[in-house]
């Protein structure tokens, strides 16, 4: 079975092939992916219009170098996957249709995807994993603590309620006035800093819920540097390190959490698999793999390049949807917002749970 995965949800042009290898595992044969952090870089953050332009300025051009690399043509393909959301719309629109006029041209079957869920299922292109695992997806946009039980059957036991961790990063970076984008910027200046010279909170930390808030330690950071300016390089590297010192401390206590509570939603899960982005963090897969180790799972999480966007995470998923028959057709919508996992039910305290439940799924 041969797949093409489309990813512009974002900012990153991406197209990839990847087949079913005889023993039913994925193989990726080419996985094409264009950044466009030049474009985004000076105003600091992503830019939706010029986004939108630049997926359609090079799509075409990724897929035919996607087909060329993996020796193929369309009439190989047994399906197109196509990330239908959740994302900026412009950019999904343009993956879409160019998704759609691919099925139609080539009569082959069109995979609407969602885009969280193709981070949910990477670990089971990369290392074959078996449900039921809980997955922590941590990007820019996205916070989450999902029981992943199956395709299709996700439960949601925690998530954010301001800001996702890599928005968090984001924002510090450019606070501090370093590069973008900022998460890979704040790791690089906290290699040389002392995540113990400045106090931060541990927002929720010891909280009953598996959820996170990052906005108080945003601001409690801003405070910090506003009292010392003007800060020095090395104030900086402090001030990274303390902060992501305090990420991880919460991360590290939220999944406890969610592994306490996985096993009556799901049973035993076989991994702790960290997803997205903010997964591509150093200090954070140690820590994971730490605390994965104390529950005697292990930890997985995706090559490097594989983190962040890409269309060979939305041609697997393909793939699993359609080895179930799961396909869609040409009315398939391009939706900015698309949660892909249902809040838990807890029957402890019906009234104060239902509105935890409620805020976690919003």
Known sequence: MN????ETTCDETAAAIVTVEEDGRGAIRSNEVLSQIAEHAA?????PE?????HVEVLDRLVARALDNAGMRLSDLDGIAVAAGPGLIGGVLVGLVTGKTLALVARKPLIAVNHLEAHALT???TDGLAFPYLLLLASGGHTQLVAVKGVGEYVRLGGTIDDAIGEAFDKVAKLLGLAYPGGPEVERAAESGNPERFALPRPMLGRREPNFSLSGLKTALRIEAERIAPLTNQDVADLCASFQAAVVDVVVDRVRVALRDFGPVAGHPTALVAAGGVAANGALRRALAHQAGEAGLPLVAPPLPLCGDNGAMIAWAGIERLRLGLTDDITAPARPRWPFAQAKEIAKDPAKDSAQAETAAG
């Open 3 to 6: 797949v093409l995965g489309i």
């Open 43 to 47: 105003y600091g953050g992503v830019v």
């Open 50 to 54: 010029i986004a939108a332009r630049a």
């Open 123 to 125: 670990a089971r292109l």
